[in-house]
């Protein structure tokens, strides 16, 4: 039998955003989140039966130790849920189509590419007694709490919410019902800093324990759920715009209270948003920004307004990107599985 499954998986943005956990990698408020298409990871899971499990990672084509004990970590706390997986050694070969290095959230689309090809694994032992996909969204929360997003299309919600028929903490489920306009939504992702970021999201989480706004955030990212709901199932552009750069803006701003305090944006990331803003009021357009946790600017658009886009980067953003660099996404339609 072939001891090897491959994977393609991608990242996601997420519009409203999950920041904060109350518990093991369970959410303090429910998110959602934009699929991505262009932006993914590969992914080729070798397994071969062995005494004690051991982990070799390869990142385009080159072993990377730096990555094994966030593996073996990873295994450790899935072993409990699926112990046959403590019988086999595994080599794990990933690539990107976007640079590691460029300060794009890699963690989405490589563990949910990561834990697909282990529920391929677990199929083939017949241990999946539940749906596939659940188990493995289930799977890369474990390794990322925003990688429980990335393994389906569209749009993605993941956490408890009164609003989300079957929504769950454990797993993230996908959005239906939303307007035709969000099936070509496109996102060109601005890259102001590429490098790795000075705080890391698991630190960024923790501080939102004891944070002085942190209960006040959780209520308005449950109302946000509420009303995100209505704009993506109605296609009200003009809320959307309001409501995700307040999203990205709060997310940052949580940031900017905590103690320790931090600051990930930089000033190119704030030059771009305001000329985003201004251009917005000039053109009549739907052109809005949100943020991840980084000083990267997500600019998301409908398709209408791909021609005015393009002219505001070329004439006012280009200068404000790193290198001049930026990468055309949009929606995408969620992991593949590769033959092999
Ligand atoms: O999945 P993590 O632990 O890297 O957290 C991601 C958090 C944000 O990207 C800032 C927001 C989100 O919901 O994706």
Redesign the pocket.
């Known amino acids: 039998m072939k001891q090897r499954a491959k994977w393609q998986s991608p990242s ?3 519009l ?4 904060g956990k109350k518990g093991f990698q369970i959410p303090s408020n429910a ?1 959602i ?1 934009f699929t991505l298409s262009n932006c993914h990871t590969t992914t080729q899971l070798d397994w071969q039966r062995a005494e004690s499990t051991s982990f070799e990672v390869y990142l385009d084509g080159k072993r990377n130790e730096s990555f094994e004990p966030k593996i073996e970590t990873f295994f450790k706390n899935i072993i409990p849920l699926f112990p046959d997986l403590a019988n086999y050694s595994y080599t794990i070969e990933t690539t990107n189509t976007f640079p590691h290095s460029s300060g794009i ?1 890699s ?2 689309s490589g ?1 949910s590419a990561l834990a697909l090809c282990i529920c391929s694994l677990l199929q083939q032992l017949g241990k999946i007694d539940t749906d596939f996909y659940e188990t493995a969204s289930n799977l890369a929360r474990i390794g ?4 429980s ?1 990335s393994v389906y299309g569209g749009l993605v919600e ?1 956490g408890e919410h009164e609003d989300y028929e079957k929504s769950s903490d454990q797993f993230a489920i996908p959005f239906k019902g939303f307007h035709p306009v969000f099936n070509t939504y496109q996102d060109t992702i601005l890259l102001v800093h590429e490098g790795q970021k000075s705080v ?3 630190v ?2 923790g501080l939102l324990n004891d944070h002085p706004f942190g209960t006040q955030r959780f209520e308005v990212a449950e109302k946000n759920m509420s009303k995100i709901k209505d704009i993506l199932s109605s296609g009200d552009l003009d809320k959307l715009v309001e409501l995700i750069e307040s999203e990205a803006l709060m ?1 940052h701003g949580l940031m900017m209270t905590s103690t320790p305090s931090f600051i990930l944006m930089l000033p190119n990331t704030l030059a771009i948003i305001q000329k985003i803003q201004t251009f917005r009021k000039q053109n009549d357009c739907h052109i809005a920004f949100t ?3 980084g000083a990267n600017v997500h600019m998301l658009y409908p398709e209408k307004d791909i021609d005015k886009a393009q002219q505001l980067i070329d004439t006012e953003l280009i200068g404000l990107c790193s290198n001049g660099k930026y990468i055309c996404d949009k929606v995408g339609n969620g992991p593949i599985e590769i033959e092999c």
């Open positions: 996601n943005i997420a409203v955003k999950y920041w998110s989140s959230a963690s989405a563990m990322s709490g925003s990688a997003r993941w890391s999201s698991s960024g989480h997310l943020l991840d946790a």
